[in-house]
């Protein structure tokens, strides 16, 4: 039953995946959610284990970041009084770590979801890479096609041009 649960929160899973500095990350406070414990236990464990998670593994927002992080998004006050300072970021290779730092059956069931939507994203992406490749071809066959159309269409118009000239008579005038 609680791995029904997790696979039905997909869709907001996929809400809580960010793009910053390049990389697609997840906020510690949601994935604190998801596993069911505080941010602040999250972040403790991290913090102990923090070998395990270099800077493209797990990052903490600049200020300039978090401040415009803060201004896209419309939050109660109970959500700002948590945030004192920047949030921590976890890239997938940090989420994947965390199952190893949080280790229980809620941590893995999470973290099995979450990496089952990450190779989807990576999938839609190379799918659209392919469709955008496939289109520009498709698109310089056009202009190519339309280049002899349009050639065609001048050699048209030189003859019917041509044909439309006054012809000049053969044979005597009386």
């Known amino acids: 039953m609680q791995k029904n649960r997790v696979m ?7 809400r809580d ?11 510690d406070r949601n994935l604190a959610a998801l596993y069911g414990v505080a941010t602040r236990s999250l972040n403790q464990a991290v913090k102990r284990n923090r070998e395990r998670f270099p ?7 600049n200020k300039e970041e978090f401040k415009d992080w803060k201004s896209q998004f419309v939050m109660s006050n109970s959500d700002k009084m948590g945030l004192r300072r920047p949030p921590y970021v976890f890239t997938e290779h940090g989420i994947l770590m965390l199952s190893s730092v949080l280790n229980s059956p809620r941590a893995i069931e999470v973290n099995i979801a979450i990496m089952r939507i990450f190779i989807r994203i990576r999938e839609m992406i190379i799918t659209h890479k392919d469709f955008a490749l496939r289109l520009e071809k498709l698109e310089c066959a056009v202009e190519k096609q339309e280049s002899h ?17 006054p012809k000049r008579r053969i044979g005597f005038i009386k």
């Open 8 to 14: 039905l929160r997909g869709e907001a899973i996929e």
């Open 17 to 27: 995946i960010y793009l910053i500095r390049g990389h697609r990350v997840m906020f």
């Open 55 to 61: 800077n493209d593994f797990m990052f903490q927002l």
């Open 149 to 165: 159309i349009h050639t065609i269409f001048e050699v048209i118009q030189q003859l019917t041009a041509a044909e439309n000239k």
